[in-house]
């Protein structure tokens, strides 16, 4: 079936630095993906809709210049945290939609800590 | 009140039980219903997704759209120790439209 390919898995950062995860779609092309947030106990909370070749679209509350995202290809979409912070630290998943029969597949989520 | 709700558990049932899981929603203009699967640190693996009222059966999974009462259920017939996950209720209103997601249901099965 329709892969979601993301990486990396695990990261840790120092407070200040910018961590970049990758979300590829490995054998169908998608025009748009999604990144997601989840906190413990919470439900997935969407951050922005990535176009090929387009500007994202961000949900009301998240800081566009925060979290970069560009899709520059059909198969690659990349989430940039920049100058992240402690309250950064999440679990951040991306996803894709496969077409109107077959909903939508997820990545294997990337779990961001910040010291 | 929350566009979509679902109770978080945890839910616990012996082995080869059957179960039940739920989701009620408020907003008239969802019409694709999808349940994910979600183990500890990973992301949701789609189940079953359906399009508008009915059942759809996909081996032990069978999944249920009511409409009229915005209630959607997911059932697990002989429940294994592997199904214990955090089961995702998710709707939209189609095609690229922006996703809701309950909060999940945690679901622990006993051997």
């Known amino acids: 079936g329709a892969v979601v390919s993301q990486h990396p898995s695990r990261v840790i950062c120092k407070s200040g630095t910018s961590v970049k995860i990758e979300c590829r779609s490995l054998d169908f092309q998608a025009t748009t993906m999604f990144w997601y947030r989840q906190f413990p106990k919470k439900s997935l909370m969407l951050m922005a809709t990535s176009n090929e070749g387009s500007k994202a679209t961000y949900e009301q509350g998240v800081e566009k210049d925060k979290f970069l995202i560009n899709h520059a290809s059909l198969t690659l979409s990349t989430l940039t945290v920049t100058s992240a912070h402690p309250e950064d630290s999440s679990f951040y998943i991306c996803?894709?939609?496969?077409?109107?029969?077959?909903?939508?597949?997820f990545g294997s989520g990337t779990r961001l800590t910040v010291v | 009140q929350k566009e979509v709700e679902q109770d978080p558990g945890p839910l616990s049932v012996p082995e080869g039980a059957i179960v039940s899981l739920n989701c009620t929603y408020s907003?008239?203009?969802?019409?694709?219903f999808m349940w994910y699967r979600q183990y500890s640190r990973k992301g949701p693996e789609l189940l079953m997704y359906t399009y508008s009222s009915g059942n759809k059966e996909d081996g032990r999974f069978t999944a249920q759209v009511d409409k009229s009462s915005k209630y959607i259920s997911l059932f697990i017939r002989d429940s294994q120790p592997s199904d214990s996950a955090t089961y995702l209720c998710?709707?939209?209103?189609?095609?690229?439209?922006?996703?809701?997601f309950g909060i999940g249901t945690k679901l622990q099965v006993i051997p």
């Open positions: 996803s894709a939609h496969l077409g109107d029969n077959y909903g939508y597949t």
């Open positions: 998710a709707m939209n209103s189609g095609g690229y439209q922006k996703v809701t």
């Open positions: 907003n008239s203009a969802f019409q694709y």
